[in-house]
């Protein structure tokens, strides 16, 4: 089951209260996740111990989902970015289901969105170049049942990416 999928349960958005502690010590690893508990603690003038609790709690609870890496895309070949909006034939939850399923097991898609609007998706793709993102349609995404009508859009600049959640 895909992680999209998952998120239909309510408990996923059942928020959590977070302290005024809690929330310094999700910025501190958001910005940098590789920080020790020691290097935390201090930032936060606390110990290591409430902190170490602290963080095991944020994971059980699911506010912290994982720890990643962020590539620099230009750096390993991937310089196209498209969003690309897809509108379905059909829209039964069976069909809605195996299209979901087939977006989430295509590699080039990093993002999945279910709209509102005009259209029934907004995927975010990021390719090699013009070719390869020609490929992921015409072959990939043109394979998959039920796309009706598909439009895209390919960023020229990125000015602000993140992955920062702010917390106030």
Do not use: W
């Amino acid at each position: 089951m895909n992680k999209i999928a998952d998120m239909a349960t309510t408990e996923k958005y059942s928020p959590i209260n977070l302290d005024d502690t809690d929330k310094r010590l999700l910025k501190l690893l958001q910005e940098n996740a590789k920080m020790t508990t020691k290097q935390l603690a201090h930032h936060l003038n606390l110990s290591t111990t409430p902190v170490f609790e602290r963080i095991k709690r944020l994971e059980r609870t699911g506010v912290i989902e994982k720890y990643v890496a962020i590539i620099n895309k230009e750096k390993v070949g991937k310089e196209l970015v498209a969003f690309c909006n897809v509108s379905l034939k059909q829209h039964s939850h069976d069909v809605i289901h195996e299209f979901e399923e087939a977006i989430a097991n295509l590699p080039e898609v990093i993002e999945c969105h279910h709209i509102a609007g005009m259209f029934d998706y907004t995927l975010k793709v990021i390719t090699q170049n013009m070719d390869t993102y020609h490929n992921f349609i015409y072959n990939k995404l043109a394979s998959v049942d039920n796309v009706g009508n598909v439009q895209s859009s390919f960023v020229m600049r990125e000015i602000k990416s993140g992955t920062e959640l702010h917390l106030d």
